[in-house]
């Protein structure tokens, strides 16, 4: 028992006082390995067998691809894109900059890379228009979220490769409606303050010609997931040779058509891509010694029978007790450390409760993506702020609005496994 | 000059070189990583042969990638971390925490090396299944990638040493 209070008590030091997450989890586990005397060789090996995985080299390769798009002039083609459908409509730019996050999270995979590719061009673009840089910052971290639940998806890769009975292009074929839906109901938000604030619009008119071009370099960036996505659900790649496709795919579009990617930039991408790899690596990694500490602690099956005492067999309190645990949970702990550590613990429970094992992976996703935007702590905050230069205060108080209906969007997905199951049962792939 | 602040001196310009070199090499191993892959869906969708040994050395340049890249990160400040308490803290305070982190992070990369290092020896006269090198060619990489870090960690530790700040510019330059 005073072992895993020291444990404990090591990892709410550690994180309180500002560690890097990877290692507030590394020193916990350490801990409580070194005081059970279990030989501490079982930590690198660990750290090292985490990572050896085939599946999780289109990690780094989906992060590469939003590197090049990125630098290659793509984020810019679908901000223009987003903004000729929706810029003549009261609120455009704040309509564009949700549509611009979808598009770009069917490109890339994360949420902070979203955060810095629409954020930059869109928050000054906005407030030069007139909108309040509150708001245009709460738009750009809360629409950034999408990226994540929108194939391709780096907790998507994490979560099949750790959870059995999922598979990766399942569960990208499952985030498409519950992305579409979360944009959708920020969106809403939009329209609702649109008269109240009386927000601005385009009064210029675009062209056919010019609409036809802008049009023309925005599919052709658009069609990367739909063949990332069709490669995988119809068996042409696995899910890492899709991403090395993409990564190949956006080098050619940005290179030759956009002519806007020179080898220097390619060199930058792929130093940042690594760099940005190597962060998300360290924290995978250790959490593969957490996840054996708990393995060898007992803390599933105990955290079964206490789970199971509370809510009993009832699967609808079972899911409102996992959104309220995750939803905490996300806010300060890196959405991978979470997903290595209690996916497969919680997983098996919502399968017993007859709960489909896609759905379940879903709204487990979903949970994570929405605490990146959670005040006081969520990462897209902090990303979105230093961006903006903005106060964290300020911003955590315009985000309210919409974490609201990011909740109230989360608890459709949940209760209606319709929304997360429909494509793939159409598609035939569970 | 006092002693401490030559070894910082050192110290910093040898973090520096560790940085650079790592880029360089982060680089050549991701690019190779792509073409390798790439080779594996070309080779077998067009040419008709398959590459047996595509998987396994890509799945190690990845791990060598990673831990190598890692301590770039550290030097940039980079590593995810929760800040909210440390923003409330005045800015010498913050830099007397940083300094104690640092031990803490020098411990666990402290473990990591010296097991790592036994894990290597234990392993070394296994082979992998494709290649047939010695499994402890792909185990160093974890501790190699600890070992690289913890320069940086040391660096910081001297830095602060020397000049009383480290943090500054550390959570300045996070993005």
């Known amino acids: 028992m005073i072992k895993i209070l020291v444990a404990t008590f090591v990892f709410i030091f550690a994180l309180l006082i500002g560690f890097p997450i990877a290692f507030v989890i590394g020193l916990s586990s350490f801990s409580s390995i070194a005081l059970d005397n279990i030989p501490l060789t079982v930590i690198p090996q660990r750290m090292f067998s985490g990572i050896d995985v085939f599946v999780v080299m289109a990690v780094p390769f989906f992060i590469l691809t939003g590197e090049i798009m990125n630098r290659g002039g793509v984020s810019q083609r679908l901000i223009r894109f987003a903004e000729v459908i929706v810029g003549r409509v009261k609120g455009g730019l704040a309509y ?257 409760l007859g709960i489909d094992p896609l759905h379940f992976g879903v709204i487990f996703i979903v949970n994570l993506a929405i605490g990146l935007t959670t005040p006081p702590l969520g990462v897209c905050l902090f990303a979105t702020s230093g961006i903006a230069n903005i106060s964290l205060e300020q911003l955590s108080k315009a985000v309210l609005p919409f974490l609201l209906v990011k909740v109230m969007v989360l608890f459709l997905i949940t209760y209606l496994p319709f929304f997360s199951l429909y494509i793939p049962e159409l598609l035939n792939i569970i | 000059m006092s002693l401490i602040a030559q070894i910082n001196e050192t110290m910093q310009k040898f973090s520096r070189l560790v940085v650079n070199i790592s880029l360089v090499m982060v680089t050549f191993f991701l690019a190779a990583m792509v073409v390798i892959v790439f080779l594996q869906i070309i080779g077998r969708y067009v040419l008709f042969w398959s590459l047996p040994w595509s998987e396994e050395l890509s799945r190690y340049l990845m791990i060598w990638m990673a831990y190598i890249a890692s301590n770039v990160a550290l030097y940039k400040g980079l590593h995810v971390s929760m800040r909210a308490f440390l923003n409330i803290l005045s800015e010498k305070n913050r830099n007397y925490l940083f300094f104690v982190m640092n031990f803490g992070i020098l411990l666990f990369l402290t473990v990591v090396i010296f097991y790592g290092y036994k894990n290597i020896i234990i392993v070394s006269n296994q082979t992998t299944p494709v290649l047939g090198i010695s499994m402890g060619w792909a185990y160093a990489a974890v501790p190699f990638g600890c070992l690289l870090m913890l320069v940086q960690v040391i660096t910081n530790i001297f830095d602060f040493l020397t000049r009383k700040i480290i943090c500054k510019e550390i959570f300045d330059s996070r993005e």
């Open chain 1, 96 to 352: 564009s900059n949700i549509i611009a996050s979808m598009f770009f999270g069917g490109i890339s995979g994360a949420a902070i890379a979203d955060v810095s590719a629409i954020g930059s061009v869109m928050i000054p673009a906005m407030e030069k228009s007139g909108y309040k840089r509150s708001f245009s910052s709460a738009i750009t971290a809360c629409s950034s979220v999408v990226g994540p639940i929108i194939p391709p998806s780096i907790p998507a890769v994490l979560y099949a490769m750790n959870v059995s009975g999922v598979s990766v292009g399942a569960l990208f074929v499952a985030g498409i409606v519950p992305g579409i839906m979360l944009g959708g109901g920020l969106m809403l938000v939009c329209a609702l303050m649109a008269n109240k604030e009386n927000f601005p619009k385009r009064e210029k008119v675009v062209t056919a010609k010019e609409f036809f071009k802008i049009l023309f370099e925005a599919f052709l960036a658009l069609i990367a997931p739909l063949i990332i996505i069709g490669g995988i659900i119809f068996g042409i790649f696995t899910p890492t040779e899709a991403s090395v496709i993409a990564v190949v795919y956006s080098v050619i579009i940005a290179s030759l058509i956009y002519r806007q990617l020179s080898l220097r930039d390619i060199i930058e991408s792929l130093k940042q891509a690594g760099i940005t790899t190597s962060i998300l690596f360290l924290v995978v990694s250790t959490a593969y010694v957490m996840a054996y500490v708990f393995s060898i602690k007992g803390v599933a099956p105990s955290m079964a029978s206490f789970i199971v005492g509370i809510v009993g067999e009832n699967p609808f309190l079972f899911l409102l007790m996992v959104n309220i645990l995750l939803l905490v949970i996300g806010t300060f702990m890196e959405f991978s450390a979470v997903i290595i550590v209690l996916g497969p613990m919680l997983a098996p429970i919502a399968v017993q």
